[in-house]
Structure formats: structure tokens, C-alpha cells
């Protein structure tokens, strides 16, 4: 690859320089946001798509002198080498390149191409592209993306704003919540925290069977604008392997989905196909990206906790002892304003029903007794979460926020090491986005034979009564909405807005459902007033 410095080369100069001749065609197939197709949905209508793009490209991972650029090609020959072009400029019409290089899909990465890119100025946006040659051999362009750096090392940033959400299913929903991500006002990136794709649990084993999995989502119009407008940071969860994932799976097929997800995002393995990494945006937020699937025991079926076993366990793990270690020193040893944990499903606990009412007959009953969401998350690790947020208060770390996924319902918790007992400290907080798109609507499929606004009066009644089962560490739950979930955080203070999106109306606009404040060093969350406000608060 080749780098410049200060106001950066002409295209022609970036060609001379990587040895082209300059009689290049190019046929540029995109832009940054073009108009969706009439149903975002669907690909658009017609003729087949000859260019080599079909997945769109993504940037990822920002660092304060670059990040990742990916896509993938459709190969003119099935199993030749592919050479690609790639280009970083200072303005989308690439006048002023900053860096370009060549890369090579082969077969064996599944034609994927994902390029680190370095020399770059920190806390800057750029535009970057691709070329390669189509099915008649014509040299086009990719659409462009927007490249995000982080600020430097050491310095201080006063805003970092970004979205985060998971679980998005293609079904009868849109893909609107996308569409009103893309267009939020100055968004750093946007996380996605797993889900991106559902795989058949007993027909997705190869490697290949989940690249399909990810190409026949990258068909999506409004999936692929979102990644363009913005760089993607990705973790996955179970919708990337198969329901119920842990350490105990087939061998094979874990590693056929490892490697197909690495193929897919813009992420550098460090080795051994780890996800968990983290990042830095200057001295204000430390952000950990942690894999609470890969490393994990089984689950628990049982979700009546009456006794000392099961989830009270010490050695059960969803983290695992390595990535346990490197989570927590990071965040011992972070001196950032803030700590952001991208946490793929909810840390915060979801009792249906709690039984400390059953103490005064049954005072051998454990801490925190109760019937349990079958959710699958950290509520089946319960004495690891609890050894975790008692870390957080004997090293002294504060102002640490989980952004969590994959429970399809909008949650925002405090959390204490017990959280039944509200005069003990909160160590951290969680804040849990609801899905992208729609399950089957609540309304209709449990509470059918009720007038819509009937079902939906009985799903917020179960709401709270929910929330009075976790007090006083559940503050807010939504059972209905879609939508993703807005995150502002400047040295004093972190906002968090849940934006939710009727996925049934392809018109419909995200309204503000919640917002939230947390202070730093407080032991509270604030809820913000909001006129559209959606689901119950406590």
C-alpha cells in the first residue's frame, strides 16, 4: 500500500504510484447514501446486479491513525484470485487520496477482503472505495464508505456519540430501524452486538453455509447504507453459530462459524479467532468488546433458583477464566472518564418472579432466590456477575456502563452485587436495546383475540409487574418496540435515548421511547422526560 502525508495525492498520482497505467475505467456503482430501493426489503427490482459489490462494503474498528475497510467480491472466475483496489480519500469525490493500496480475494477467505488502514490524521472522517473488475471485465467502483478514526492516545475528546442494537431477523418486518440509524446527526459508529444473522440450527455446518447466511443479509438495501454511513465495531452471539452456543459445541462447526464471522466484519483476529478486543477514544471512554458465547458452560435449563447449585456455582463461566482476566484488569487499569462494555446479552438480572418472600419459611433459601426469564445470559452465571460488580467496588471502578443485546426487550438496570438489597452500592449500569426488527407482535400473537390497545395495556401491566420483581434494580422495561439505542457521553455526564420504530410501517420514524441520564460517580439513573415515552419505568 501506499500512504501520503498532508493534503494527499490525485488519483492519478495514487495510480502512478501502485504502478497502474492510466487508462483505468472506472464505473463508480454507488455513493455514500443513495436512495433505497422501493422496497427495502428486497434487492431492487430488474436486471441482475453485474457489479462486483453485491455485499456492500464496512469500515470497523476505528484506532486513532486508521481502522478496517472491508467488502467481498463476486469472482469473474470461481476459484482464481480476484485483485482489488482500494482507496481512502479526504472528501468523497476523492480528489485528495490519503492512502490506497491492492489487495487479493481468493476463494479460500470466500473472495472477502478486509484491509488495515494506518497514516491516517486522528479523530477525522474519511471516504474510502473499492474497485475490481466486473463480469465483462469492466473495472467499476464500489459505493463509498465513511472511514472513522479515533482521537489520539492521551487526548481529550469532549463527545462520543454512537448507536448500538442486535437481533435483526428477516421476516415480515422492514428494515426502517436501519434506515433511521444511518441517519442519526453525528454518530461516531455504530455497534452491533449480535444476532446479525439467524442460521438454521440443523442445516447451517459448513463454512460455507454460513458465508450464504451473511450474503443473503447483505441483501438487505437499508442493511448495507447503515454500513456504508457508518463504522461498524461487531460482536457476535448465538445467531452466528446456532441456539444455545457454549464451549461444548461440535468443534467444527464452531470454528466453521468463527471463521466465516471473521470473513464477514471489518475485526482483526489477534490469533485463535478471538472477538473480545478493546478500544480507546482518547481519555474519555475505555470501550471492551467482550464474547460472552465462545468460552461459556452450558446454560441452565432451570430456571427456579431455590438452591446453593447451579447458576451460584463459582466455576461456572460465561467469559471464561482468560478472558475473565482480561476484562477485568482492563477495567482496573482504565483511567478513562468513562468504561463502556459492549456486552452481547443483558447482565442485568430478569426475575419473572421473585421469592425472597419465602425467606421468613425458608431461610436456607440462597441470595436472590427466584424463577427466572429463560433469557439465557448472565442470570445463568449469577455468582460470576456477582464476583465481577464486587471487583468493580473493591478496585474502586466507577462510571461503568454495560450496552447490552439479544433479549429482544428494552431493559435499564442498576447493578449491585445484591441486587434485592437497595442500601448496598451500585457498581455498574446496563442498558439493554430492544431488537432491530420484529418478532411476531406480542399483541397479536399471545393476545390475539384482544382489541390491539387491550393486548398492549396487558403487556405493559406485565411489565410492571416485572420491574416490582427486580426493585430495585430494574428501572425500565419495553415487551413491544423495536429500535436501537443512542449513547452521548461527555466527561460529566452519559445520555442513553432507546429510539424505537414502527418495523411494520415502512414510513414510520424513530420517536424517542426512553432516555436516561447517569452522572458521573452517581449511584443512580436518572429517567428523562420524553413525549413519546414507550414501555413502563420504575
Request: charged fraction near 20%.
Amino acid at each position: 500500500s501506499i500512504v501520503s502525508s498532508g493534503k494527499g495525492m490525485t488519483r492519478r498520482e495514487m495510480l502512478k504510484g501502485l504502478g497502474f497505467g492510466l487508462g483505468v475505467t472506472v464505473l463508480v456503482s454507488g455513493c455514500v447514501m443513495p436512495a433505497p430501493s422501493e422496497d427495502p426489503r428486497l434487492p431492487p427490482p430488474g436486471t441482475p446486479d453485474l457489479s462486483p459489490f453485491l455485499d456492500g462494503v464496512m469500515a470497523g474498528d476505528p484506532a486513532p491513525d486508521g481502522g478496517l475497510i472491508w467488502t467481498r467480491v463476486e469472482p469473474r472466475v470461481v476459484g482464481a484470485d480476484m485483485p482489488v483496489l482500494w482507496t481512502v480519500a479526504d472528501d468523497a469525490a476523492f480528489t485528495s487520496i490519503r492512502a490506497a493500496g491492492l489487495a487479493t480475494a481468493n476463494a479460500s477467505e470466500g473472495y472477502a477482503v478486509t484491509v488495515p488502514v494506518t497514516g491516517l490524521d486522528p479523530h477525522s472522517w474519511y471516504y474510502y472505495r473499492f474497485e475490481a473488475a466486473d463480469q465483462s471485465g469492466t473495472q467499476v467502483a464500489s459505493r463509498v464508505g465513511r472511514l472513522r478514526t479515533a482521537p489520539a492516545v492521551g487526548s481529550s475528546p469532549d463527545r462520543l456519540r454512537f448507536a448500538f442494537a442486535s437481533c435483526q431477523q428477516i421476516n415480515d418486518s422492514w428494515f426502517n430501524a436501519h434506515a433511521a440509524a444511518a441517519a442519526e446527526p453525528d454518530l461516531d459508529f455504530f455497534m452491533h452486538l449480535g444476532d446479525y444473522v439467524y442460521v438454521s440450527d440443523t442445516n447451517t455446518l459448513s463454512r460455507e453455509d454460513y458465508r450464504q447466511t451473511y450474503q443473503r443479509w447483505r441483501k438487505q438495501p437499508l442493511l448495507r447504507d447503515l454500513h456504508a454511513a457508518l463504522p461498524t465495531v461487531a460482536m457476535w452471539d448465538d445467531g452466528e453459530f446456532y441456539n444455545g452456543i457454549s464451549k461444548t459445541g461440535d468443534p467444527q462447526r464452531l470454528m466453521a462459524a468463527k471463521q466465516a464471522w471473521f470473513e464477514a466484519f471489518p475485526v482483526n483476529d489477534p490469533g485463535g479467532l478471538q472477538a473480545y478486543r478493546r478500544f480507546g477514544w482518547g481519555n474519555l471512554v475505555d470501550l471492551s468488546m467482550i464474547d460472552v458465547r465462545a468460552y461459556r458452560d452450558d446454560p441452565i435449563e432451570n430456571i427456579v433458583y431455590t438452591d446453593g447449585g447451579g447458576a451460584y456455582d463459582p466455576s461456572r463461566s460465561t467469559l471464561g477464566a482468560e478472558q475473565h482476566e482480561w476484562f477485568t484488569q482492563g477495567l482496573a487499569s482504565s483511567e478513562a472518564a468513562w468504561r463502556i462494555v459492549g456486552n452481547p446479552y443483558n447482565i442485568s438480572p430478569w426475575k419473572l418472579v421473585n421469592l425472597e418472600f419465602l425467606r421468613a419459611f425458608r431461610p436456607d433459601l440462597p441470595e436472590n432466590a427466584g424463577i427466572y426469564a429463560p433469557n439465557e445470559a448472565w442470570d445463568d452465571y449469577l455468582q460470576e456477575r456477582r464476583d465481577l460488580l464486587q471487583f468493580l467496588i473493591d478496585q474502586g471502578v466507577s462510571d461503568t456502563i454495560f450496552a447490552s443485546g439479544h433479549t429482544h426487550v428494552a431493559l435499564a438496570s442498576e447493578l449491585r452485587v445484591d441486587y434485592d438489597r437497595p442500601s448496598t452500592p451500585v457498581a455498574a449500569f446496563d442498558f439493554c436495546t430492544g431488537s432491530m426488527t420484529a418478532d411476531p407482535d406480542p399483541r397479536k400473537s399471545l393476545l390475539g383475540d384482544l382489541p390491539e390497545a387491550a393486548a398492549e395495556e396487558v403487556l405493559r401491566a406485565a411489565e410492571r409487574f416485572v420491574l416490582n420483581s427486580n426493585a430495585p434494580a430494574l428501572r425500565h422495561m419495553n415487551l413491544i418496540d423495536q429500535g436501537y439505542t443512542v449513547v452521548d457521553i461527555t466527561p460529566e455526564e452519559t445520555l442513553v435515548t432507546i429510539r424505537n420504530i414502527d418495523t411494520s410501517d415502512p414510513e414510520a420514524e424513530a420517536v424517542d421511547g426512553a432516555r436516561f441520564r447517569v452522572r458521573k460517580g452517581a449511584q443512580r439513573i436518572e429517567v428523562l422526560p420524553t413525549p413519546t415515552h414507550k414501555g413502563s419505568f420504575a
